[in-house]
């Protein structure tokens, strides 16, 4: 398969895995959503009638007037029709997609904006900084410490590694990030137990701030996933050491060193490359409950808030960015093995 | 092949470590209805239930490594020595409560339990203490409320801080060498006379019921001393024994993981054989549906479904399902294409066997170790996502799992109180039977899976 089609492969399954969990978000929840909206624009109505200048003969003439209008309105948002009908559900696809979602009941931006787009979109950077920033440190260290055992295979390191791979493997996160607030927050007051900052965002050092509570978090997705990491470059590692080109460069006198670091390391590149991919796209999905254990400001920690108040509107939102930042992730990993295994691009 | 599947694990280190877990694990959940009242579970979240524990205290054997605190007391009838006297109509009743005062620190609180049945003439009540120093304080004496009812018994528990206590102790005031006012009724109660601290020792608590006539009777008596530690595992916030939340768990977990991967795998499994069997269009159809699939945001979308249809434990297993047959059907798939091409197939197809004997009777036959290790291997999964389910408050609310604990102990913000016994436990036993089965479905994976072993 070339490249041009595998490009054009992926996408279109992006598109359609999109679309399928639009569709399930829609069906699940557009009922409810609906009925949100269609309070919100009752109640919008007559606070107009309320606040303006019109004058009624009696309270009847008030009262049709207001029916009117709020039928008037639900004709023009489509709330007249069945929650499930076609136009409607694509409608609602549509109005997902933009992230127009009108507002939420319950939350609000740093800056006072109770707009469902303007929140998320406050929201992703940071929880973009967390996982980005761990998944990094986590390849790299897992990278390092990976090429080590494998070039010691069989050592105590490796045997160590493999265990605590094994072991960090069963711990769930959010557990160990419990455990992680008792040791550094409440026993040793080394970092703040809630990693929401406490200063303003407007304040210039909100920045520095911001990255020292990300401390604990970080250190805790890193401690809990490292092991794994060099457990996998390890096997992979030690895969492509075990081939006949790396047997032929040994003979010809190449040093252990050059040829782990150099030939295999690369070899393990694209393999790497796509579980580091996943792994950041999995990471994105366990983020709900993390930030909420370390009460991150995040898309996670909103997401787990909403759900508490049952605020529909940034729940639809929320899933759909999830969604479309996972498929990218997925996306760019798939892409990325394509340009580097070499094997790949020839045929 | 079965056999060398069982042996295999049985010879590995890991295998039989893995084994070990979870037999203990099965008994645990086997002897749990013996060992403890079947109705703490059922009343998980009922908080009359748990209304004599002590709130949020850590378990016994913290004592070992600190000062001794006091250990939750907490006596009902059948452990009071029993008297009855009787003269000119007036029967005495008198339940004796021994209690051996060890520790260094003094009890939280103290409760009077009684239930008694009587009618025009209220019985009277009084409490007596018998110190080791041979005083003894009449703490309490007071006549019960009048009742219209003879048939109904009137219970009722007096708590350490009644005014009639406090009351009644100021005249013992000059018993003590330094000033007692303005300390609790329970540390004036087991203090030393000559300086502040606990005096060590055999205390008699009693009861004593004036009954005046002859249909009263004493339905029940009880002493609950209120303490720093309790238990193996400690109490949380609304006094529930945490050890008893933890072997409840057991089961249930149990159930979660191997029900989610017993049924995700046999979809997987059948899923995969038809795809790689058929090929071609088949396949090509089939294994773009997987991807789909695979792509989904599993956690978001199981949130959306379980806020949608309901939190019930069998609606969440279904949920888990829909997310988790997915890779297996990816590993058979590849299997299958190979197995399709062996000649003893294609035998059977030229001996015009039908499609569904061939996947049945030649191809999932040679599959089957391999399932085994695959259910292994996909409990843990299923365990996690049940956890992380009940964790953001979304799991079924009538069970007590340990899931449901620690989102209980993070929404009392448990880690930050430092309160380590709500939260250590839970995810120890979640880490313990993921690593059991994962040990297990590792070892037989290494048996079974050609395709590992072609790597190797």
């Known amino acids: 398969m070339g490249l041009g089609r595998t490009l054009l492969f992926r996408s279109f399954n992006m598109f359609l895995v999109l679309f399928a969990t639009l569709f399930i978000t829609v069906i699940l929840l557009g009922s409810t959503f609906d009925e949100l909206q269609k309070e919100a624009i009752r109640n919008q109505v007559i606070e107009e009638v309320t606040q303006g200048t019109l004058k009624f003969e009696n309270s009847d003439e008030r009262s049709s007037y207001i029916n009117d209008q709020i039928q008037f309105r639900y004709k023009i948002s489509g709330l007249d029709q069945d929650s499930f009908t076609p136009s409607k559900l694509f409608h609602r696809i549509i109005s997902v997609m933009t992230l127009d979602l009108g507002k939420s009941h319950y939350f609000t931006t740093d800056y006072g904006s109770s707009n469902v787009r303007d929140i998320i979109f406050e929201k992703v950077p940071k929880t973009l900084l967390l996982f980005t920033t761990a998944t990094i440190c986590v390849t790299v260290i897992g990278i390092f ?171 639809i939102g929320l899933t759909f960015v999830s969604t479309v930042l996972f498929l990218i992730t997925i996306f760019i990993t798939d892409i990325s093995y394509t340009l580097l295994d070499p094997r790949v691009k020839g045929s | 092949m079965q056999k060398k599947l069982l042996l295999g694990l049985l010879r590995s280190r890991r295998g039989i470590i893995g084994v070990t877990i979870i037999a203990f694990l099965l008994v645990l959940s086997a002897v749990a209805p013996l060992i403890i009242p079947i109705e703490s579970y059922f009343r998980w979240n009922d908080p009359d239930y748990w209304i004599n524990n002590p709130k949020t205290v850590a378990p016994f054997w913290t004592n070992f490594f600190g000062p001794k605190e006091f250990e939750h007391l907490s006596l009902d009838k059948n452990d009071a020595k029993v008297s009855s006297e009787s003269s000119e109509g007036t029967r005495v009743d008198n339940y004796t409560f021994q209690v051996d005062m060890q520790a260094d620190s003094f009890p939280d609180d103290i409760m009077f339990l009684y239930s008694v049945k009587y009618g025009d003439i209220p019985p009277v009540l009084q409490i007596d203490i018998n110190r080791p120093d041979n005083n003894t304080f009449t703490i309490y004496y007071s006549s019960l409320p009048p009742t219209n009812n003879i048939n109904t018994s009137f219970s009722d528990r007096i708590f350490s801080t009644n ?51 002859n249909y009263s009777s004493v339905e029940d008596a009880g002493l609950i001393l209120g303490g720093k530690v309790f238990g193996i595992m400690g109490t949380d916030d609304l006094r529930r024994d945490l050890a008893v939340g933890i072997i409840w768990g057991t089961p249930i977990a149990l159930f979660i993981g191997l029900t989610v991967s017993i049924f995700s795998i046999a979809i997987g499994l059948i899923y995969g054989v038809i795809a790689g069997y058929r090929g071609k269009r088949t396949d090509e159809t089939m294994m773009r ?149 994962f040990l297990i479905g590792n070892t037989l994976d290494a048996i079974a899976n050609p395709l590992r072993n072609k790597n190797k």
């Open chain 2, 289 to 437: 549906v997987n991807d789909i699939f695979y792509a989904l945001p599993t956690l978001p979308l199981l949130i959306l479904l379980s806020i949608t249809f309901g939190r019930s434990i069998f609606l969440i297993i279904g949920f888990i399902l829909i997310f988790s047959w997915m890779g297996t059907a990816k590993v058979i798939r590849s299997i299958a294409l190979q197995i399709r091409n062996y000649q003893y197939v294609e035998a059977a197809k030229l001996m015009g066997q039908s499609d569904l004997m061939v996947i049945f009777k030649h191809i999932v036959p040679q599959l089957l170790p391999l399932t085994f290790a695959s259910i292994a291997i996909a409990v843990p999964a299923a365990i996690l996502a049940e956890a992380a389910l009940s964790f953001i408050g979304l799991g079924d609310p009538s069970l007590p799992t340990w899931g449901q604990i620690l989102h209980d102990a993070n929404t009392a913000d448990a880690a930050s109180r430092g309160i380590w016994w709500w939260i250590i436990p839970p995810g120890l036993m979640i880490a313990l039977t993921g690593l059991a089965f």
């Open chain 1, 145 to 315: 410490l990976g090429s080590y055992v494998a070039s010691k295979e069989g050592s105590w390191w490796d045997k160590t590694n493999s265990t605590f791979a094994i072991f960090s493997n069963s711990f769930p996160t959010w557990w160990v990030a419990m455990l992680m607030i008792i040791i550094f927050a409440f026993t040793l007051h080394i970092f703040p137990a809630r990693a929401t900052p406490l200063s303003s965002p407007s304040d210039p050092t909100y920045f520095i701030d911001l990255l020292y509570h990300m401390t604990l978090p970080l250190i805790t997705l890193v401690i809990v996933s490292f092991g794994a990491w060099a457990y996998i470059v390890r096997y992979f590692l030690i895969n492509i050491l075990n081939e006949d080109f790396i047997h032929a460069k040994r003979t010809m006198g190449i040093s252990r060193r050059k040829i782990l670091y150099s030939h295999a390391l690369r070899n393990a590149g694209p393999p790497i490359a796509t579980a580091v991919g996943l792994a950041l796209a999995a990471s994105f999905g366990g983020a709900i409950i993390t930030e909420a254990v370390f009460d991150w400001p995040g898309m996670g920690k909103l997401y787990y808030d909403a759900i508490g108040v049952f605020d529909v509107p940034i729940i």
């Open chain 2, 163 to 213: 005014e009639n206590i406090k009351e009644s102790l100021k005249q013992y005031e000059s018993l003590f060498n330094y000033s007692i006012s303005g300390l609790e009724p329970q540390v004036v109660i087991f203090s030393d006379t000559n300086k502040p601290n606990v005096l060590k020792g055999m205390y008699q608590i009693s009861e004593r019921f004036y009954l005046f006539d």
